[in-house]
């Protein structure tokens, strides 16, 4: 084989486009892809852009088949919330047994009320992965609201209870 390319019988020859000094630029020239000055920014990038990283806890979103079904065969237990943030999304419960307070996520979660320390619960559990040595509080319901607190519904709603 020859190093030299061949010409391709019957192929046009290829024109170089002709440029004029009186010509608008093409549609598709470099500087027709860039916005106009005007519409510049100059982007700080977010210091934690590159350090964002999905969280390891299951949430109802997505928690496995098998994972959720384990829980809700599992049996039911009764607690106390300790604390509940909902800016945070999460929360503990401390269990009416005794033992190490239970983690609680914002989508786990069932009933009119955002939960507040002192609210008595129900709740069934589930191992967090990868492995599955701690558990998190799931189909968490609110049993008797502590009298005397302002309780907040989900849409915002407050009530004295």
């Known amino acids: 084989m020859s190093s030299q390319a061949t010409p391709i019988q019957g192929s046009r020859p290829v024109t170089p486009p002709l440029i004029s000094a009186g010509s608008p630029p093409s549609p598709v020239s470099p500087e027709s892809l860039h916005p106009p000055a005007c519409r510049r920014r100059d982007r700080s990038p977010s210091p934690m852009r590159g350090y964002l990283i999905p969280s390891p806890l299951p949430t109802r979103r997505n928690r496995t088949c098998s994972a959720t079904a384990r829980a809700s065969e599992g049996p039911l237990f009764t607690g106390v919330c300790k604390c509940f943030s909902r800016s945070k999304g999460h929360g503990f419960i401390t269990p ?56 907040e519904t989900w849409a915002g709603r407050v009530v004295s209870s």
């Open 96 to 151: 009416s047994d005794g033992g190490s307070d239970i983690f609680v996520h914002i989508s786990d979660i069932e009933g009119e009320y955002v939960p507040v320390e002192g609210d008595e619960v129900s709740y069934k559990i589930c191992s967090i992965p990868p492995k599955n040595t701690k558990i998190q509080a799931v189909e968490v319901a609110i049993t008797h609201l502590k009298p005397g607190t302002k309780h």
